[in-house]
């Protein structure tokens, strides 16, 4: 913008030569002086170091005035159609150099100075002068001061462009952190399934070998605490390789015809079996709730609720029911246990996410974010009503009927921060 004000100085050479008796050699040459100045300075300051730049800015805003000055004083003095123009200067140049109030501060004083001289040279009388430099002191505090409010207001534009530009990298890393995270845990639950499932039905053979007897009663204690633990840590491979695959976006569900109530007493019967009679589970249903869904999918879901509900019960009766409400069902699994707090109550359907001390409960905080992941893409919903203390109902709502659909390519974004 400074170097474009070189030309503007030149052309209003023209409006010197309509002023009567301006000696318009002179007149130019103080232009092509002032000209050059701006000239010079503008092709320097790219160059120059900060605190050089400040020192050449500061010189265009004290010569700007003293140049103009000088031209007043040649096309008449107080007389001459520039004078007024003046008080204007130190607003120039804060247009002209928006990022350096220094300069609007330099032609400030000049502006002054400058003035006061041409009305003193022009035998101006003391009164009017005083008048004078109590309207050019306003206009000079006008200018400096828009210009540091400018200035402060391109720092803070500045301040927030370099937040954004910090977030927008730490938004990315968390990203990338994340991909690698999935596929490790993808890499590392599909390689150790292998051996695990192996090690599962060696003790499974075993198991089925000994007979009453046979074997020490130690023996066989230690064979089943395997083949629980062999269990129980397929089961948590299962989770993470499910984990993997819905992140992925590569969950496809297949959908039969099917009775709720049978899966939901299906999954019930299996849970049973597992825990044996420590698990008081009453199942309600209306009779046959005909519809179509993925069934190993919907059982999963029940399983994983049933199991929490199992789980985080105290021991209590849980209650597990399938309504019909019109074109939906409902399968709501209730328990008496230990409740969960409103404020955690948001935060339990993320990733890994867990509101109970791990202590005393054991588990990867992925149940119920496999449940609501696979429910939302048969349709429907998980929703929880639960109080600390008095246990929890957790409802899951899915339409009747479900047509195939697969889950978009990187459709489930990582909602939690790496722990
Ligand atoms: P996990 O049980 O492996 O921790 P989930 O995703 O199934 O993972 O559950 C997340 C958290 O929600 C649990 O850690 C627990 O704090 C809470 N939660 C889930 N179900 C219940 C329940 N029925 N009663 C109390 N708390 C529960």
Not at 15 to 25: I, K, M, N, Q
Not at 119 to 125: C, I, K, L, P, T
Not at 262 to 270: A, D, K
Request: hydrophobic content about 50%; some cysteine.
């Amino acid at each position: 913008m400074l170097l474009w004000c070189a030309p503007l100085i030149l052309i209003f050479a023209v409006a010197d030569g309509l002023t009567p008796g301006t000696r318009v050699a002179l007149t130019f040459a103080v232009r092509v002086a002032w000209a050059g100045t701006v000239v010079a300075v503008a092709l320097w300051l790219p160059r120059a170091t900060p605190l050089l730049q400040e020192r050449l800015v500061l010189a265009v805003g004290l010569s700007t005035p003293v140049f103009f000055g000088l031209l007043v004083h040649l096309t008449g003095g107080t007389h001459s159609p520039l004078f007024h123009f003046m008080l204007a200067m130190p607003l120039v140049v804060a247009v002209v150099l928006q990022d350096h109030p220094i300069a609007t501060l330099g032609a400030a004083v000049g502006m002054v100075l400058a003035g006061v001289a041409v009305q003193v040279a022009s035998g101006r009388e003391a009164r009017t002068l005083v008048e004078w430099l109590v309207l050019a002191t306003c206009m000079a505090a006008l200018a400096v001061y828009a210009s540091v409010i400018y200035r402060r207001l391109r720092n803070r534009e500045a301040l927030l462009y370099r937040q954004h530009v910090a977030s927008l990298e730490r938004e990315r890393d968390y990203q990338v952190a994340v991909e690698a995270r999935d596929h490790f845990l993808s890499v590392a639950s599909h390689e150790l399934r292998t051996p695990l499932t192996a090690l599962k039905l060696q003790a499974q053979h075993a198991r089925r070998t000994v007979t009453p007897g046979s074997v020490p009663e130690k023996a066989e204690r230690a064979l089943n605490a395997v083949l629980r633990q062999a269990e129980r840590l397929q089961s948590l491979m299962d989770r993470l390789l499910d984990l993997s695959v819905i992140t992925a976006g590569r969950m496809v569900l297949d959908p039969v015809d099917a009775d709720l109530s049978v899966l939901v007493q299906e999954t019930v019967t299996r849970l049973r079996e597992e825990h044996g009679d420590d698990v008081d589970i009453q199942v309600h249903s209306p009779g046959p709730v005909l519809g179509r869904w993925d069934a190993v999918a919907l059982q999963q879901v029940v399983q994983n609720l049933l199991g929490n509900a199992v789980k985080y019960g105290d021991g209590k009766p849980v209650v597990v029911r399938v309504v019909e409400v019109g074109e939906q069902v409902h399968v709501e699994v209730e328990d008496h246990g230990i409740g969960i707090s409103a404020q955690d109550l948001p935060r339990i359907f993320q990733r890994f996410e867990r509101a109970a001390s791990a202590r005393n409960y054991g588990g990867l905080g992925l149940g119920l974010w496999l449940s609501r992941q696979i429910v939302r893409q048969m349709g429907g919903d998980i929703t929880v009503e639960s109080a600390v203390g008095s246990g929890s109902t957790f409802t899951v709502v899915v339409p009747r009927r479900l047509g195939a659909r697969e889950v978009p390519e990187r459709s489930v974004k990582p909602e939690v921060p790496l722990h």
